[in-house]
Nanobody
Framework: EVQLVESGGGLVQAGGSLRLSCAAS????????IGWFRQAPGKEREGVSC????????YYADSVKGRFTSSSDNAKNMIYLQMNNLKPEDTAVYYC???????????????????WGQGTQVTVSS
């Protein structure tokens, strides 16, 4: 059974940094794409990033490119989202998600994610 548990959210001032963590279990990283999504109040869920092991083809939303970096540590079964230079518009609930696939990461693949964590709140004050 695939399980994902996020942590690391909180309140931070604009310009600050946070690192979200996602404890993963029940799957093999090499067979899955790893994504981060977010949903702000009153807005639709947005795909933030997508990565997969041994593949340089990553996806980042334009709104976070150059500021956010996703990574994984297979040995620890952990997924991370490093968020730098945070802005008030980054305020949202953040979710990690995975999908078993052989396709490379792309905006199109964001629609296929199947397994989700419970989310962690990130609030950026101005």
């Amino acid at each position: 059974e695939v399980q994902l548990v996020e942590s690391g959210g909180g309140l931070v001032q604009a310009g600050g940094s946070l690192r979200l963590s996602c404890a993963a279990s029940g799957f093999t990283f090499d067979d899955y794409a790893i994504g981060w999504f977010r949903q702000a109040p009153g807005k639709e869920r947005e795909g933030v990033s997508c990565i997969r092991n041994n593949d340089e083809r990553t996806y980042y939303a334009d709104s976070v490119k150059g500021r956010f970096t996703s990574s994984s540590d297979n040995a620890k079964n952990m997924i991370y989202l490093q968020m730098n230079n945070l802005k008030p518009e980054d305020t949202a609930v953040y979710y990690c998600a995975v999908v078993e696939t052989y396709f490379y990461c792309s905006e199109l693949l964001l629609n296929a994610f199947r397994y989700w964590g419970q989310g962690t709140q990130v609030t950026v004050s101005s």
